[in-house]
C-alpha cells in the first residue's frame, strides 16, 4: 500500500455492486455531450459507494462542488471566510 491508494475488504457481491455502479458513472460520463450527470442517480449510487468504503470525503466534496461558498478543495467556507470574502467586495464567494 501507498500513501496514495485506500484499500477496503469486502465481499464479492458489494464488489461487483461496487464495479458495476463506478462503470456505470464512467459510461454516462464518456458519453454525455455536456460533461454533466444525473444528480440523484449519482446521489443514490454515492450513498452505497459510502457504506462499502466508508471513504466520501473526496466523492461528497466532487458531488457538491457546485454549490456556492466552497474553497478550491470544495469544503464548504466558514460563516467568518464568506463575511470575510464579502467585505473585500466580492459578492459571491466560492
Not at 464479492?12 to 463506478?22: D, F, H, L, V
Not at 450527470?37 to 459507494?49: A, S, T, V
Not at 468504503?53 to 467568518?80: I, Q, V
Request: overall charge negative; cysteine-free; hydrophobic content about 30%.
Amino acid at each position: 500500500m501507498t500513501e496514495n491508494e485506500v484499500l477496503v475488504m469486502v465481499d464479492q457481491e458489494k464488489w461487483s455492486k461496487t464495479r458495476k455502479y463506478i462503470g456505470e458513472i464512467l459510461k454516462e460520463l464518456t458519453s454525455s455531450d455536456d460533461g454533466k450527470l444525473d444528480f440523484k442517480d449519482l446521489e443514490r449510487k454515492l450513498g452505497f459507494l459510502i457504506y462499502v468504503t466508508r471513504t466520501y470525503k473526496g466523492m461528497h466534496l466532487t458531488l457538491d462542488s457546485w454549490r456556492k461558498h466552497r474553497d478550491a478543495d470544495g469544503w464548504k467556507l466558514t460563516d467568518r471566510e464568506i463575511r470575510r470574502a464579502m467585505e473585500d467586495g466580492n459578492t459571491d464567494p466560492t
